[in-house]
Structure formats: C-alpha cells, structure tokens
C-alpha cells in the first residue's frame, strides 16, 4: 500500500498539474517565510503591481464601461417587458458582480500579464540568467515568481473591483445619457438610488465571498501557469514564444474550467444539478 502511495505520488508530482501544484505552494511559502532583503523583494513587488494593475486599469475600465452598458441596457429595457422587472438587481449581480467582472478581468490579465512574464522568463532561461542565480545560491522561486506571484493576485483582486464598479455606475451613466438623446431608450427610467437598491438587496454573502475568492485564485492561476511555462524553456530561444502561447492558452482553460467549478454550487441550490 504504502508503495502504490508513492507511485502515485510521484506521479501525480511529474505530471503537469502536479508541477503547477508545487511552484504554487513554493511562492506561496515564500509570502510567510520572510527571507532575504525584504527592501529588494518590495520593489520588485512594487514594480510588478505597476505593471500588472495601475497599467491595466484604462484597458480594465473601458471593456467595464461598454460590458456594463450593454447588460444595464438590455436589462432595463428587455426585463420590464416581458413582466420581470423586479428581478433587475439579481441580473446584475448574477451576469456582472459574480460572473463577467472576475472572469473577463482574468482574461485580460492573462493575456496581457500572463504573455509579458512567460516571454521574460522565458528568454532569462535561454540567457542563462536563472541558472546563474542558482549559482549565486539566489532561490529563482523566491526573486523571481513570488513578486509576480503576488501582484498578480493584488492586481486582479483591485482590477475586479475596479471593473464592476465602473461596469455598474458608469453603464449606468451611460444609458442614462442615451435615454436622454435617443428616443429608442427614453423608457429607460429608473433613478440611481432605486438602481443601487436593487443590486444590493439582490447581492447575498455567498456573492461577496466568491467576490474575493475568484480573482484571488484566478490570479495565483495565472501567474503560476505564466511562470511555469517561461521557466520551463530550455536553450532553444524558438521555444519561447510557443512557451508564451501555451502559457496564455492553458490559463484561458483553466479559469474558464475552475469558474464553472465555482458555479456548481449555485447550480446545485437552484436544482439544475
């Protein structure tokens, strides 16, 4: 027994899930065992915040705006019609707080982030850079992956918040400022405060925890995956952008596989499972 245990332990260890596995817990380790300058540590973790959130937020907040507006405007407009007006609120918190906001966020910052550390690790592992910092007796994991680790996980978190905010008030506006000039959306009346009322007595404790919990995750997905792949690469500089596509594509896959994993409780309560 205790043989098959450690066959498969070290199976599941080679495989790539178990790879993925261990570096997670390696960068994670590094965020409560302090070691080293923790003055360097803080810049690098400053700089990757700067360059994966504050940089994102114009990107962020115009996909927001024109997701919140089109769901805002459908909602309003479409909902009363056809007798479920009052259900406005629960719509959306379902479509925009708990679903599109963490899900499209996560794209993003996989695409735009996840691409630029698999291409940087990517070409210091060709460069030989990583092997000199083993060398040097510098962790790779520790230098390296745990300041992306954890701006990325900060970044999404904020950028999520971000989004549905403006996703919220400012498809509001939006629509707002088209009732007024288009006389197709002139039916769309409803004040700002009956507009807040409704969103929030449709949001449940279940909504705000997944509200910190999925951009979390997907952000330690993300940038796990895009570390993985760029140290992955070996000498051959032609394997770094196909370790860069991978990269992007398995994280697509795995936050489109893991928020429908997050969506199997509510299927659940509802008895659609």
């Known amino acids: ?10 199976r599941y260890r080679r495989s790539y899930v178990g790879q993925l596995t261990e570096l997670g817990l390696q960068a994670s380790w590094c965020a409560v065992h302090k070691v080293g ?23 962020v907040a115009f996909l927001a705006l024109i997701i919140g507006s089109a769901t805002i405007l459908q909602a309003a407009t479409v909902m009363p019609k056809i007798g479920a007006g009052d259900y406005f609120g629960n719509v959306m918190v379902l479509v925009v707080v708990r679903e599109v906001g963490p899900l499209f966020t996560a794209f993003l910052v996989a695409g735009r982030t996840g691409s630029a550390l698999s291409t ?6 060709v460069q030989q850079e990583i092997d000199a910092l083993k060398t040097m007796g510098v962790d790779p994991v520790r230098y390296l992956v745990f300041p992306s680790f954890a701006a990325t996980v900060i970044s999404m978190f904020c950028l999520t918040v971000i989004f549905n905010l403006v996703a919220i008030f400012g498809g509001y506006l939006v629509v707002k400022v088209l009732s007024v000039f288009l006389t197709d ?7 700002l405060s009956l507009f807040l009322e409704r969103i929030l007595a449709s949001m449940g404790v279940m909504d705000g925890v997944l509200g910190i919990i999925k951009p979390v995750f ?6 796990v995956i895009a570390c993985f792949h760029g140290m992955a690469v070996s000498n051959d500089i032609r394997e770094v ?3 860069t596509t991978n990269g992007v594509v398995n994280s697509f896959v795995c936050i489109t596989l893991f928020d429908v994993i997050f969506a199997l409780p509510f299927l659940v309560n509802i008895g659609l499972i």
């Open 1 to 10: 027994m205790t043989g098959l245990l450690n066959w498969l332990g070290l």
């Open 37 to 59: 300058n923790r003055k360097q540590a803080m810049e690098h973790l400053i700089t990757q915040i700067y360059f994966t959130g504050v940089e994102a937020i114009p990107l």
């Open 120 to 125: 940087y690790l990517g070409n210091m592992k």
């Open 185 to 191: 959306f002139a039916d769309v009346q409803m004040s």
């Open 218 to 223: 997907f952000g330690m997905v993300v940038s």
């Open 241 to 243: 952008p196909k370790a």
